[in-house]
């Protein structure tokens, strides 16, 4: 059986594409990189303990799915990737309204070396925001747009 499941997982990781883009114009995550989702999804949104149930699971896909919708939209040039120009618009779109500074510091830690983000790195970067703010917003108790951290929770963050 485990030989089988070996077999399988090697296909799959041969024949997903590069770009992240299906013939039918699906975009799927690349193999490599699924993993590394998953794991900064557990770590951030759920329990910690590798294994996502069925409703956590639920939740990503949903995400997925709503994260998708919106690169397309955005990936007017129909290329597989963004820009730095429209990962702004998409991550306004999903309702982040980021200062320039921010924006600037998103896209040198999500894009390559020619400043394009794929798909992976856009889900990435989203389910990361999405935490971050939901974390910011639970320790502002006052709403004041601002929290006070000592050393220990700050390494915490920024290690997630």
Request: glycine content about 8%; some cysteine; aromatic content about 10%.
């Amino acid at each position: 059986m485990t030989g089988r499941r070996t077999r399988i997982g090697n296909r799959l990781q041969t024949g997903r594409p590069k770009t992240g883009l299906l013939p039918s114009g699906g975009i799927k995550l690349s193999y490599k990189r699924d993993n590394d989702i998953l794991s900064t999804y557990d770590k951030l949104v759920t329990d910690g303990s590798g294994k996502l149930g069925l409703k956590e699971f639920h939740v990503l896909w949903t995400k997925i799915q709503k994260y998708q919708k919106i690169y397309r939209e955005i990936d007017v040039d129909r290329s597989g990737t963004m820009n730095s120009y429209e990962m702004r618009r998409a991550l306004e779109q999903a309702g982040f309204k980021l200062d320039c500074q921010l924006h600037q510091v998103i896209v040198a830690r999500f894009a390559d070396e020619q400043l394009i983000i794929d798909f992976d790195n856009f889900v990435r970067c989203l389910i990361r925001l999405e935490t971050l703010f939901k974390i910011f917003k639970k320790l502002d108790t006052e709403k004041t747009g601002t929290i006070q951290m000592n050393l220990v929770t700050w390494v915490c963050f920024t290690i997630i």
